[in-house]
């Protein structure tokens, strides 16, 4: 080790006497002006390395702010997910509750807690389609001689009671009663079952 440290002596010693014997065959002026490139030459490298530094922060910075952005959009995701898986689970559980009920019984005790059992006067099937283990049965629902305020009654029962039903559409037709008015109503209706794997 105490070889190796003065062989490296030695040599600079020797770089340094050259550059030595270098100065001294320069004019005052050439000194001068060796020195004065020699520091531009060194501003330059501490620039250039700075720059450099500067350019790596600054790409880094860009990195972490990138994967902050991507690790905030992953948690949305996952609770997003989290969130429908919920809505599906509930769903589910909505649909084996009333998977032995029927539709024409259910609007039957709606429209009975609207008070318009006596309007209600069918609720025929039409047909039924089967998508991904979820089966959608059609209804044609009519109704007669009902007022406005009946009909938003019947449709508030249908619709905020927890059977798995959807308005399609609705056909309504008005008619006048002395001074008041009265709708006959015919209504598309899907209801929605699970339908087990072998059925």
Do not use: C
């Amino acid at each position: 080790m105490a070889s190796r440290s003065g062989k490296i002596g030695r040599k600079l010693a020797i770089l340094g006497a050259r550059f030595e014997a270098m100065l001294g065959g320069m004019t005052a002026r050439d000194r001068k002006l060796f020195v004065g490139l020699t520091g531009v030459v060194v501003l330059l490298l501490i620039v250039g390395v700075g720059v450099m530094m500067s350019s790596s922060l600054s790409s880094l910075r860009g990195d972490i702010a990138e994967s902050e952005q991507q690790l905030v959009q992953t948690s949305d995701i996952r609770d997003q997910y989290e969130a429908d898986l919920a809505k599906i689970l509930d769903l589910e559980e909505t649909l084996r509750e009333h998977e032995n009920s029927d539709l024409s019984a259910f609007l039957e005790t709606a429209a009975t807690s609207a008070d318009v059992r006596d309007r209600l006067n069918s609720v025929r099937e039409t047909s039924v389609t089967t998508l991904d283990g979820l089966e959608q049965r059609n209804y044609t629902v009519n109704l007669s001689s009902m007022t406005l305020p009946q009909m938003i009654n019947f449709l508030y029962e249908a619709e905020a009671g927890s059977y798995p039903l959807s308005i399609q559409s609705a056909n309504i037709r008005t008619s006048r009663r002395g001074e008041e008015k009265q709708m006959t109503v015919k209504l598309d209706v899907a209801s929605f079952h699970l339908v087990e794997e072998g059925e």
